[in-house]
């Protein structure tokens, strides 16, 4: 039972490259997460999934895309990559909604150059 | 929407001291107050929430506390140790959302041996 798990750990990206986060649980939640953390500013919601097939903005989705891929699986891509989304960012799951408990992966730190 | 303000931003105690970290928030129709902790390098760990029923919740060296009229509430932690050493995070339920949590900007808690 690995949780949540996410890749890469680490990525450097040029202005203006696209890359795609991959996260994936293994506890059969139906939502799904994706913040970013930026020093001094907690954790940020970017998009969610409330459940397979659906996917809602969240509070700084501009310049971000996510795909609920199947009930394990939700990506977020940067489609041209600003130095402004230099962050963390951390995917997570919860049984139902945020006021289930959520489940982080360990994060990937994203620099743009 | 909601706004979730933390302080303080840094607490170093005496080990075996206690600490408190308080929050407040803007949306009146918040019900859900979690506190994540999340250690280096890791993702959040949820380690205590209220719901707006209940003015207290407790579980072993941790508490929290729910004033909603003034709209604040707290993390108290008792007879510290150096495990606790982390960064704490409050965040409120966004009052028009089942899956938007609203994040403090976080508390990095320092135990002195």
């Known amino acids: 039972n690995a949780g949540v798990t996410q890749t890469p750990k680490f990525q450097v990206l040029k202005t203006g490259q696209s890359m795609t986060l991959q996260c994936a649980q293994d506890m059969n939640h139906n939502s799904m997460y994706w913040y970013r953390q930026d020093p001094g500013m907690g954790l940020r919601l970017i998009y969610y999934s409330a459940s397979e097939g659906t996917t809602d903005k969240g509070e700084v989705p501009n310049g971000y895309n996510v795909s609920r891929l199947n009930k394990r699986e939700f990506s977020l891509r940067l489609e041209s990559a600003a130095p402004s989304q230099t962050s963390v960012y951390f995917c997570a799951s919860s049984r139902g909604g945020a006021a289930d408990t959520q489940y982080f992966g360990p994060g990937t730190r994203l620099t743009v150059l | 929407g909601e706004n979730v303000e933390q302080h303080p931003s840094t607490l170093s105690v005496q080990e075996g001291d206690s600490a408190v970290i308080k929050c407040t928030y803007s949306d009146s129709a918040s019900n859900y107050f979690p506190w994540y902790k999340q250690e280096l390098g890791k993702g959040p760990q949820l380690i205590i929430d209220i719901r707006s029923n209940v003015g207290e919740k407790k579980d072993q060296r941790i508490a929290v506390t729910l004033n909603k009229t003034a709209k604040h509430f707290s993390l108290h932690i008792t007879e510290t140790q150096p495990e606790d050493s982390a960064v704490y995070f409050c965040?409120?339920?966004?009052?028009?959302?089942?899956?938007?949590?609203?994040w403090g900007a976080g508390t990095k808690l320092i135990i002195k041996p």
């Open positions: 965040a409120a339920l966004q009052g028009d959302s089942n899956y938007q949590l609203i």
